[in-house]
């Protein structure tokens, strides 16, 4: 495998594939067209030069994939739009005449904000609250902050079991998978067709998936080390630490994306497993629909002549 640089999302119907600054967005319209929206967006870590730096520049990355993630979610869910000839609610009346065209900007910084805070709150302060009421019955910290973890990735189990039966979100899985296998598919030095791709893997190490789960993992490092007294305490230290834990899972992500040492495809395995959950085989409308979003930012065909030629490719991974 050869690290290609590219990395995408899931959104309604569709693919965002990036390529440095450039990404570009195909959604299956419910004519059955593939239509296609480019454009370039430059990151934090680009923008400010000590944004990029080692274990800062996960948070930044992060907040950063937030962005572009609801930019080109809206852009994909715009072709579902409801009839348009429906009365709105009246809270839409209010969003509307409070803020006009502004909405969509003021929409997407409220609905990242609520996202975040339902996070923290759900995978966060919800599995310390649960710990505690358990704690009387354990002695010892260092098995206080391992079965918070357990219950911290139990929560999370179940929320992604819980969703996953919910038919827009297998679509969204099944698309989420469509990704991987196209990503999978030039990396393993294979032409990009239907075919091709059809017979690639819908795991990869560089998976958003993977990245929380390695965050889940580390956090229960964290808080074995850092130890406070009192429920709120031990509340503020969690939040403090995302940024912390984030970042350096972000540092191990990336790593494991460039590597193919036993060591890291080792503790690659959970993130890997979890994707069982959050990827699906996805059709063949599903993979022409990620290998548009690939080659609108992406000559694979020269990347595969760069790293590949002369070599013999495998014809099944």
């Not at 195909?26 to 000590?50: C, F, H, N, Q, W």
């Not at 509340?235 to 403090?240: D, E, G, P, T, V």
Request: charged content about 25%; hydrophobic content about 45%.
């Amino acid at each position: 495998m050869k690290y290609s640089g590219i990395g995408g999302q899931a959104v309604i119907e569709g693919i965002m594939m990036k390529n440095k600054q450039e990404y570009a967005t195909a959604v299956r319209k419910p004519d059955g067209e593939i239509e296609v929206e480019k454009d370039t967006y430059v990151s934090m870590t680009e923008k400010v030069k000590l944004f990029s730096l080692p274990f800062i520049r996960g948070v930044f990355s992060f907040a950063d994939s937030m962005i572009l993630g609801m930019r080109t979610l809206t852009f994909s869910a715009s072709f579902f739009e409801d009839d348009e000839e429906e009365e709105p609610g009246r809270i839409e009346k209010w969003l509307d005449e409070k803020f006009g065209e502004k909405l969509e900007k003021v929409l997407m910084p409220a609905v990242m904000a609520f996202s975040v805070v339902a996070a923290v709150v759900i995978f966060m302060i919800l599995p310390l609250g649960i710990s505690s009421l358990i704690r009387p019955l354990v002695g010892s910290d260092t098995v206080m902050a391992f079965l918070e973890g357990l219950i911290r990735l139990g929560i999370f189990i179940a929320y992604i079991k819980v969703i996953s039966n919910m038919e827009d979100i297998r679509r969204t899985f099944m698309y989420h998978g469509a990704e991987h296998k196209c990503i999978n598919c030039i990396e393993h030095g294979l032409e990009l067709n239907v075919d091709n791709v059809r017979a690639s893997s819908k795991q990869h190490k560089r998976c958003g998936t993977s990245f929380l789960i390695i965050v889940m993992m580390i956090s229960i490092v964290f808080f074995m080390v850092v130890r406070v007294d009192g429920f709120f305490l031990k509340m503020i230290s969690r939040i403090l630490l995302i940024p912390v834990i984030a970042g350096v899972s972000y540092e191990f992500l990336r790593l494991a994306g460039r590597s193919d040492s036993k060591i890291v495809n080792l503790l690659s395995k959970p993130g890997m497993w979890m994707q069982n959950m959050t990827t699906k085989e996805p059709d063949d409308s599903m993979i022409e629909v990620a290998i548009a979003a690939v080659e609108a930012v992406f000559d694979w065909r020269a990347y595969l002549a760069e790293n590949f030629s002369g070599q013999d490719s495998p014809q099944s991974l």
